[in-house]
């Protein structure tokens, strides 16, 4: 439990201060600059957000969790404002502070800045919760999905969207550059174990995932073509590892990102 609390002290930090070292904030970097100019060049964010708010379906009557929030995703305010009650938790005060802002207008809508591992967290019975980017910032996938299971209602729903670790290239990259990271103690990217407990634990509805084929395309792009013929490409890739991704569990260990509709099991 200290090393819990201590990790979380340590995050917070991290995400209130962006206290990263010189070789965490490169990896940043040209990380997000190449993944941004993949998702814009192919409409990625817009299938992703499109294909969230398909999930989410009728708020009217439900009450949801938007699990590490932080200033507010790009669901945050919609959910808010469709949701019957919205709460929204972060580790970050500052983060926190910023979201009661945006969201200060909606009257069902409650923020806070707190651990959702810790008994000061005493909400429940959620019909959804929506994790972006979140579930793997555990290490321990059990406790959390414990915690998960008695937080939601009967039939309760996770929306989750996070990195994976099992395509060998992206594992060796990782690899190598985890020893120099700052983030190392919360950023656990999804290995095929860590699938497999949600997927025993949970009943997976539906599920994409992206940058499998498409993770190449920064080989085509030092290609003398040009760049609509990069661009046909990509989204050619993009829907193969979109559809396939589905249904065969291969292909999706080949993708670097994983967006899941979850369900609890009913007893």
């Not at 979380?8 to 010189?22: G, H, I, P, R, V």
């Not at 945006?102 to 008994?119: G, K, M, T």
């Not at 290239?169 to 120099?180: A, D, E, G, Q, S």
Request: glycine share 4%; hydrophobic share 35%.
């Amino acid at each position: 439990m200290d090393e819990m609390k201590d990790i979380n002290s340590k995050q917070k930090a991290f995400y209130d201060n962006k206290e990263k070292n010189f070789v965490t904030k490169v990896w940043y970097y040209f990380r997000n600059k190449t993944l941004n100019a993949f998702r814009k060049n192919i409409g990625l964010e817009k299938e992703i957000y499109d294909l969230h708010l398909s999930w989410l379906g009728d708020l009217t009557e439900k009450k949801v969790l938007d699990l590490g929030c932080y200033e507010g995703n790009s669901l945050s305010y919609y959910m808010a404002k469709n949701s019957k009650k919205y709460v929204g938790i972060d580790l970050s005060e500052k983060a926190i502070i910023m979201l009661r802002r945006r969201l200060n207008s909606i009257p069902n809508a409650e923020v806070f800045s707190v651990d959702f591992l810790s008994s000061e967290f005493n909400e429940k019975d959620f019909d959804l919760i929506y994790a972006y980017g979140v579930l793997h910032h555990f290490r321990n996938t059990e406790e959390l999905i414990q915690k998960l299971k008695q937080k939601l209602k009967p039939g309760g729903r996770i929306i989750s969207y996070d990195p994976l670790t099992t395509s060998l290239p992206i594992k060796l990259v990782r690899t190598l550059y985890r020893p120099f990271q700052t983030d190392k103690d919360w950023e656990w990217p999804f290995s095929r174990k860590v699938y497999h407990k949600y997927s025993n634990e949970f009943e997976i509805v539906e599920r994409r995932a992206i940058l499998g084929k498409t993770k190449w395309l920064f080989l085509i792009n030092l290609l003398p073509i040009g760049k609509h013929k990069k661009e046909t490409i990509g989204k050619k890739w993009h829907t193969i590892d979109w559809e396939k991704s589905r249904q065969s569990d291969s292909h999706m260990f080949k993708c670097m990102h994983l967006t899941m509709l979850m369900q609890l099991k009913s007893n």
